[in-house]
């Protein structure tokens, strides 16, 4: 079964910049979905460092997996190269993107019980610009989100404001200085519901977490959509039929939509930083926002 956006969410969507759907997600699907990320995550049993499919956390050891992230679900399970066309999710996103859908980017975040780590205030707009700004997350709950297991929250209406600079000394780290932003995070709400929530969020929208301080995992399946006629500007990975096969609703164009938008792209690279790794990217930001103390103890303890 599917549903389409009421004209009313549509207008809500447009003003705030993001959705909270509950009934979207049939239970089957749900369980699926979990099913597959839990077959996914047995490999943490069997490494003791990070994969291209794993982000691991500092404390991980193949006796007690801590995994903070599967990272490009679409491109290691079957199941998920298929998923990332879920006619429910298809038939949602397809007014908001008329000219056509085309998957950028994938991932699970894990926000293990105690360890679940916090990310910062970020806009995704800052990691991927776009010729036009029609880009998008969905996201899953594969877990009850409450305030207590690290919901992300989000600033209402911010992705009609400026792209924040995401650099620290120099280099991109993926985050924001909360000083920068301070009267916006005033107006955060978190995202919560029940396992199955869908959310839909503007990849211009201010947003963050927290640790998971609960004894409850907050695992969140996010896959990232852009316009078929919204181009990067930052690289075209696998060249043009590379770029192509990403069309999951509708048809490739060679003509871009552009519209003005603000646009910083995320370079230089830190050195030492692991691709892919929102984690690793946020670890320099000096002026945190999420208070993580009782996760800076524990990496110091993993060290050591």
Request: aromatic share 8%; charged share 25%.
């Amino acid at each position: 079964m599917t549903r389409t956006l009421t004209q009313e969410e549509l207008d809500r969507y447009d003003r705030d910049g993001y959705l909270v759907i509950t009934d979207a997600v049939p239970q089957d699907r749900l369980q699926a979905v979990i099913q597959e990320t839990e077959r996914m995550c047995a490999e943490a049993y069997q490494v003791t460092a990070g994969t291209d499919m794993l982000d691991l956390d500092p404390s991980h050891t193949p006796d007690k997996p801590r995994i903070r992230r599967i990272k490009s679900h679409h491109e290691h399970s079957d199941f998920f190269a298929d998923f990332v066309a879920e006619p429910l999710i298809m038939e949602i996103l397809a007014p908001l993107m008329p000219s056509g859908i085309r998957v950028h980017n994938t991932k699970i975040n894990m926000k293990s019980a105690e360890v679940g780590e916090s990310v910062e205030w970020h806009q995704d707009w800052a990691f991927y610009p776009h010729t036009n700004d029609d880009v998008l997350a969905v996201g899953i709950y594969l877990d009850d989100c409450t305030e207590e297991n690290g919901p992300m929250f989000v600033v209402p209406g911010s992705h009609k404001g400026p792209t924040y600079d995401h650099h620290e000394h120099g280099y991109f780290c993926g985050a924001i200085d909360p000083d920068a932003i301070k009267d916006e995070i005033a107006k955060a709400v978190p995202l919560m519901g029940p396992a199955g929530t869908l959310t839909i969020h503007h990849a211009r929208l201010l947003h963050g977490s927290a640790f998971n301080r609960s004894g409850r995992s907050r695992r969140f399946l996010l896959q990232a959509y852009a316009a078929a006629d919204a181009w990067p500007l930052a690289d075209l990975k696998g060249g043009l039929d590379g770029f192509n096969e990403k069309i999951v609703h509708g048809e490739p164009t060679l003509t871009p939509r552009v519209v003005p938008a603000p646009i910083r792209i995320p370079l230089p690279l830190r050195p030492s930083a692991v691709v892919g790794s929102i984690y690793s990217n946020q670890s320099i930001l000096e002026n945190r926002f999420f208070d993580d103390v009782v996760e800076q103890e524990r990496k110091q303890a993993a060290e050591t």
